[in-house]
């Protein structure tokens, strides 16, 4: 149940954009987005509940296809303090209302 | 306004002791978690408790038991330590599951 995402890694130069996907194998209730700076805890970014949502703040954004049973993350004109660790969680339907299964992450390293 | 604690921060075992790793928060939310983080691994959900009083098995929750002792508090339990165990422990909370998960410091886990 544990979503994939893609890339595994990726390396920026500031102002350059990147976009982070996350796919299931099972139907979605609900996609939530965090990042991991490197010896910190994880924090949340934005959550989508509707196929078709779209959601973002500052140029983060992201948006949630439900019928592909897929997110995509989309940082653009990336700045130094996006490096870190994307995780997507996802809630997958037949078990709404309990726990997120969250992917292996997506290390993104920004560089000047 | 702490939000999640997690005692201790760190702790060396011996293979075969126990131990009891703590959690608490204080924004009132029903449903809390233990994950345990591993290099390229992502976050793996070990047990949750989707309201105070009930507790459920995660994705890999062999050699832990888990304590919903009252809505703050849900703590981990490793009752015979194995080196597989070392990892880093997060404790997370969120009011529903389709909601921001709030995550705890961490907790850095050696097994020798």
């Known amino acids: 149940q544990q979503p994939v995402q893609s890339p595994q890694a990726v390396i920026l130069r500031e102002g350059e954009d990147a976009v982070i996907n996350c796919s299931s194998s099972k139907a979605l209730y609900s996609v939530h987005w965090y990042r991991q700076k490197h010896g910190e805890a994880p924090v949340f970014l934005m959550i989508l509940l509707k196929g078709g949502e779209q959601k973002g703040h500052d140029k983060i954004s992201a948006s949630f296809n439900e019928k592909k049973q897929q997110s995509s993350l989309y940082l653009t004109a990336s700045q130094l303090s996006y490096s870190g660790t994307y995780f997507c969680?996802?809630?997958?339907?037949?078990?709404?209302?309990?726990?997120?299964?969250f992917g292996k992450g997506t290390s993104l390293l920004v560089t000047p | 306004n702490a939000g999640v604690t997690q005692t201790p921060k760190f702790q060396v075992l011996k293979t075969g002791q126990s131990m009891t790793l703590q959690c608490a928060q204080d924004?009132?939310?029903?449903?809390m978690y233990w994950y345990r983080q591993d290099p390229g691994m992502g976050l793996r959900l070990i047990y949750y408790?989707?309201?105070?009083?009930?507790?459920d098995k995660g994705e890999v929750p062999n050699g832990y038991n888990v304590s919903r002792l009252n809505k703050r508090e849900f703590s981990l339990r490793l009752e015979s330590a194995a080196p597989s165990q070392t990892s880093v422990y997060f404790c997370?909370?969120?009011?529903?599951?389709?909601?921001?998960?709030?995550f705890g410091p961490g907790t850095r886990l050696l097994v020798l």
């Open positions: 924004m009132n939310h029903n449903s």
């Open positions: 997370a909370s969120s009011e529903t599951a389709q909601e921001t998960q709030y």
């Open positions: 408790s989707a309201s105070e009083g009930t507790t």
């Open positions: 969680g996802t809630e997958i339907r037949e078990d709404s209302g309990y726990a997120l299964n």
